[in-house]
């Protein structure tokens, strides 16, 4: 059992920037892979970010390479996610999952691979 608290959220103008944090609690050793996910109004939930947390390996949706960064701090069981050069189609609302046990690369970006949801974080990017 893990429990995942997001926070870092805001209102900001296109072109600036917000840091996200997720953190948790409980059986932390057991987490192989976090996620960022986002979700607007009327779309269904995607991927945004993934770190595997052995290696610190990371991966990113095109819509936010070269954007976002997506880090660990370990020793305080916390996963960021930076986000540069905001723009208005990155407004809404953001989750982070976790997950027990392997994962594959084609299932990186299912909401359905990752067993834990934090509450979710709202962020709206303003023109």
């Known amino acids: 059992q893990v429990q995942l608290v997001e926070s870092g959220g805001g209102s900001v103008q296109a072109g600036g920037s917000l840091r996200l944090s997720c953190a948790a609690s409980?059986?932390?050793?057991?987490?192989?892979?976090i996620s960022w996910f986002r979700q607007a109004p009327g779309k269904e939930r995607e991927g945004v970010a993934v770190?595997?947390?052995?290696?610190?390996?990371?991966y990113y949706a095109d819509s936010v390479k070269g954007r976002f960064t997506i880090s660990q701090d370990n020793a305080k069981n916390a996963v960021y996610l930076q986000m540069n050069s905001l723009k208005p189609e990155d407004s809404a609302m953001y989750y982070c999952?976790?997950?027990?046990?392997?994962?594959?690369?084609?299932?990186?970006?299912?909401?359905?691979?990752?067993?834990?949801w934090g509450q979710g974080t709202q962020v709206t990017v303003s023109s």
């Open positions: 409980g059986d932390t050793r057991r987490i192989n892979y």
């Open positions: 999952g976790a997950r027990f046990g392997p994962l594959t690369a084609g299932r990186l970006w299912q909401e359905a691979a990752y067993n834990y």
């Open positions: 770190i595997y947390t052995g290696l610190g390996s990371t």
